[in-house]
Each structure stands twice: as C-alpha cells, then as structure tokens.
C-alpha cells in the first residue's frame, strides 16, 4: 500500500508540474487586425471600357480586381461623357451643369475649375499629396497648380505617348519620390493618391470601331499598364497598404437605350485595403461618387456641398448590412 501510495504522490505531483509548465507557456500573440485604412490610394480612370468590353479583349487585370473587391457594371458617367467634363465630374464631385465644363478641348481663356477639388479635400482634410498622370492635352485644364499636387501629361500631340509610356513616367517619378528628395516638382515623398488616366480603349474603338482588332488592342495595352502600375507598387513594398479604385468616363459605342444619365454603364469597382472581397454593389453608383468615395477610404470627410457620396457599402468597417441607396440619387 505505501508502494501505491508512493506512485500516486508521485503521479499527482508529475501532473502538478506538467500543467504549472503548461500555463507558463505565453500564449501564441494573436495575429494584427487587418489593415482598414490605406496609406496609399491607386485611382485608374479608363475610357471606352463597360462589361461588353470583356468579351472584346480579355482585361485579367481589370477582372481580377473586380473578383477580388467590390464591383458594379452599371455606374453612371455623366452627359455630355466627353473627357474633359467627365473627368471634371469626377474631381469635383459635381455633375456638368453644376461645375460648367461642358467643352472638351483645353482653352487658355477659361482658366481652372473654380469648384474645390478631390485633391484640395485630401489636403485640407488630412495633408494628403496627390500625383496625377493625364493621356490627353484637353486636361491641362484640371492641372490647377498647388503645393500638394504634382500633374505630369502625354498625349496625341506627342507621337510617343502610348499607356507603356505613361507607365515609364509613373515608374521614374514613384522611384525618385521614394528617394526622400521628392521629383522636383510639389511634392517631397509619395504620393497618397496617385491618379492615372488610360484612354486608350475609347480612342481606339471610337476611331477604328468597338469590334475592331485596334480596339482589343488598346483593350490589353490599357490592362497591361494596370498590372504594370499595380507592380511598382509591389516592387515598393506599397501595394499591401493600398486601395484601389477603377472607373471610366465612358462605355463602348452611343448610348442603346435611356438611363439616368444618358449614357452607356461603366465599371466601377474598388480592391484592396479596407474593401469587402466579392461584393457586387448594390446601391446607385455614379462616378461623381468617386471622390467621396476615396475621402471615404482615408476616412476624411468633406464638409461641403458636393453631390459626391460615399459607396457606403463596399468598406469593410462600414455600419451598414445591406445596400443602402445613395443620397440624393
């Protein structure tokens, strides 16, 4: 019996030291949060690209995002969907009739927009730089000169300018803005928001037709300059703290039937940092909602009279169960 008694003491004591060293053992630390709020935001702004697009040309890049984020293919663009007064709209979060720019090639006389634009709210709301990259001469317009933005453009004028170009521009100015010595120009490190237009798919098919091969051409230049931005930031350790947005100021070919806007759908779709994955928007979306949209994604608010409204529903961290309708819409 004392034999027995023995091996029970010992067991209980064995067992006694095993689970004291069991709870000194420091829990495995719990993996961070996932990042909601982006220190970089990409805004690709296309041209001549709606869903029918897809079926012209494949865009990977361009369906990737749209699988991996949050996406509608019946945005609204405005009327007239010409590139100055869209691109307009979408800036300064106003429809044509209300910020005026109803004309499409640049003219000196009228000077810049007088609307505040997305680029002064990202300032004034959170000392946000923005760099924008425009393929088209008629947008000298909206180069409003200001300490927090840096503009750099080609376009027809210059021969060489194709979207592979533009990428090279995009390139240089992100290596030599990391530098910590700025570009040269406004601003001293990289930007915030880095706005990239890429017209080529609405040139193409206006000129040369929707169906035709120039069209699926300019359809995989365009996607291919995406995947080429989206690239230098991977290579500059950005894109994992990014979000991503992409519209265009126009769909394929004339307007096929009524809509509220007059105009052929277009994509709008959000990826990244912060966005729900496999979200199909619900809500009325207009690309005058982009703007908003991104001060959303900073979480800056506005505090004006703009007609822009945030896509509530596409952020993660958003209140909201279900589609709820944009204000005002």
């Given at each position: 019996m004392k034999t027995a008694s023995f091996v029970i003491a010992l067991l209980l004591t064995a067992t006694s030291?095993?689970?004291?060293?069991?709870?000194?053992i420091p829990a495995a630390p719990s993996p961070p949060p996932p990042q909601t709020v982006p220190d970089h935001v990409i805004l690709f702004a296309l041209?001549?690209?709606?869903?029918p697009a897809l079926k012209a040309g494949p865009m990977p890049v361009l369906s990737r995002l749209a699988h991996e984020g949050s996406a509608t293919w019946s945005a609204q663009t405005v009327t007239p969907s010409l590139r100055l007064?869209?691109?307009?709209?979408?800036?300064?979060?106003?429809?044509?009739e209300k910020h005026d720019i109803t004309w499409d090639a640049f003219e000196f006389s009228r000077g810049y927009p007088?609307?505040?634009?997305?680029?002064?709210?990202?300032?004034?709301?959170?000392?946000?730089?923005?760099?924008?990259?425009?393929?088209d001469e008629s947008l000298y317009q909206l180069a409003k000169p200001e300490p927090y933005t840096d503009y750099q453009m080609c376009g027809p004028l210059k021969p060489?300018?194709?979207?592979?170009?533009?990428?090279?521009?995009?390139?240089?100015?992100?290596?030599?803005?990391?530098?910590?010595?700025?570009?040269?120009?406004?601003?001293?490190?990289?930007?915030?928001?880095?706005?990239?237009?890429?017209?080529?798919?609405g040139r193409a098919g206006a000129e040369h037709g929707w169906s035709s091969t120039s069209y699926r051409s300019a359809l995989r230049s365009v996607d291919r300059a995406m995947g080429a931005v989206l690239e230098i930031f991977t290579e500059q350790g950005l894109l994992s703290r990014t979000t991503v947005f992409v519209t265009a100021l126009s769909g394929t070919g004339p307007t096929k039937g009524p809509s509220a806007a007059g105009s052929p759908p277009v994509p709008w779709i959000a990826s990244g940092v912060g966005i729900k994955r496999g979200q199909a928007i619900g809500q009325p979306v207009s690309i005058v909602d982009t703007g908003a949209t991104v001060l959303r994604?900073?979480?800056?608010?506005?505090?004006?009279?703009w007609e822009s409204r945030a896509v509530e529903e596409i952020f993660r961290d958003s209140a909201a169960d279900s589609a709820t309708p944009a204000k005002g819409r």
């Open positions: 030291a095993l689970a004291a060293t069991v709870h000194a041209e001549g690209i709606d869903q007064p869209a691109m307009a709209s979408l800036f300064t979060g106003l429809p044509v007088r609307p505040p634009t997305v680029f002064d709210y990202l300032d004034l709301g959170g000392g946000r730089d923005s760099a924008i990259f425009f393929m060489e300018c194709n979207p592979d170009r533009l990428v090279s521009y995009i390139k240089q100015y992100m290596r030599k803005a990391a530098s910590g010595n700025g570009y040269g120009h406004a601003i001293l490190a990289l930007p915030h928001l880095l706005v990239v237009h890429l017209p080529e798919g994604a900073f979480r800056l608010e506005t505090h004006t009279e």
